[in-house]
Nanobody, 117 residues
Framework: QVQLVESGGGLVHPGGSLRLSCVGSGDAFSLYVMSWYRQTPGKQREWVGDISTGGYANQRRSVEGRFTISRDPTKNAVYLQMNNLKPEDTAVYYC???????????WGQGTQVTVSS
């Protein structure tokens, strides 16, 4: 059974930083493209960024220069370092994994990030 567990969310002031973690179990996540999404009430879930099996990362334009995605295959983990947070970054952040080849897709349960003064 593949599981993804996010952690690291919380309340932070504008301009602050958080580091989200997503740890996978049940498979070798070095075979997965890992992504971060976020969702606010009443809106569709939106892609934040992803990182390939080779470690190449992409982010949506609105977070470029502020958010960094990285992964540690030895820990089956992917991270989202978020700096200079803005109120509009407030959302539930979800970890997503898609397995190369099969296309099997998995989601974590989400972690709340709130940016407020």
């Amino acid at each position: 059974q593949v599981q993804l567990v996010e952690s690291g969310g919380g309340l932070v002031h504008p301009g602050g930083s958080l580091r989200l973690s997503c740890v996978g179990s049940g498979d070798a996540f070095s075979l997965y493209v890992m992504s971060w999404y976020r969702q606010t009430p009443g809106k569709q879930r939106e892609w934040v960024g992803d990182i390939s099996t080779g470690g190449y990362a992409n982010q949506r334009r609105s977070v470029e220069g502020r958010f960094t995605i990285s992964r540690d295959p030895t820990k089956n983990a992917v991270y989202l370092q978020m700096n200079n947070l803005k109120p509009e970054d407030t959302a539930v952040y979800y970890c997503n994994a898609i397995k190369m080849g099969s296309g099997d897709e998995f989601w974590g349960q989400g972690t709340q990030v709130t940016v407020s003064s």
